[in-house]
C-alpha cells in the first residue's frame, strides 16, 4: 500500500483546513487509516482513525469535536477535515493504513505517506 497525503498549507488560528490521503492497490476496502502528526521536538502522535468501512471512528481528545475522519473507498481516499484551528495543531500529519481493525495505536499501522505540512498561524 502506497499512500499520498496533501491538503496542508498555512492557515490562520480559528480557520479550517481539509487534508486528504490517496491509497494504492484494490483492497482499499479492507484497510483501517489513521492520522497522525509530529509537532517540531516531539513525538509522533495520534490524531484520528477509521475502520476501512467507515463505520468506526476514533479521535485523540485534543481535536474531538474539531474534526472529522472520513473516507470514499471508491476513490480509495481518507479526509481529515480539521476546524478551529489552534496554533498547537501546527505539525506534519501523517496518514497511515494497516489491515484488519482500526486501532488508535500506531505501532500497529504498517504503511505510512510521507506526510504533509499545516501551519497555524496565532
Known amino acids: 500500500v502506497q499512500l499520498q497525503a496533501s491538503g496542508g498549507g498555512l492557515v490562520q488560528a480559528g480557520g479550517s483546513l481539509r487534508l486528504s490521503c490517496v491509497a494504492s492497490g484494490r483492497t482499499f476496502s479492507s484497510v483501517a487509516m489513521g492520522w497522525f502528526r509530529q509537532a517540531p521536538g516531539k513525538e509522533r502522535e495520534f490524531v484520528a482513525a477509521?475502520?476501512?468501512?467507515?463505520?468506526?471512528?476514533y479521535y485523540a481528545d485534543s481535536v474531538k469535536g474539531r474534526s472529522t475522519v472520513s473516507r470514499r473507498n471508491a476513490d480509495n481516499t481518507v479526509y481529515l477535515q480539521m476546524n478551529s484551528l489552534k496554533p498547537e495543531d501546527t505539525a506534519v500529519y501523517y496518514c497511515?493504513?494497516?489491515?484488519?481493525?482500526?486501532?488508535?495505536?500506531?505501532?500497529?499501522?504498517?504503511?505510512w505517506g510521507q506526510g504533509t505540512l499545516v501551519t497555524v498561524s496565532s
Open positions: 477509521i475502520s476501512g468501512s467507515g463505520g468506526t471512528t
Open positions: 497511515a493504513a494497516r489491515f484488519g481493525w482500526v486501532t488508535r495505536k500506531i505501532f500497529e499501522y504498517d504503511y
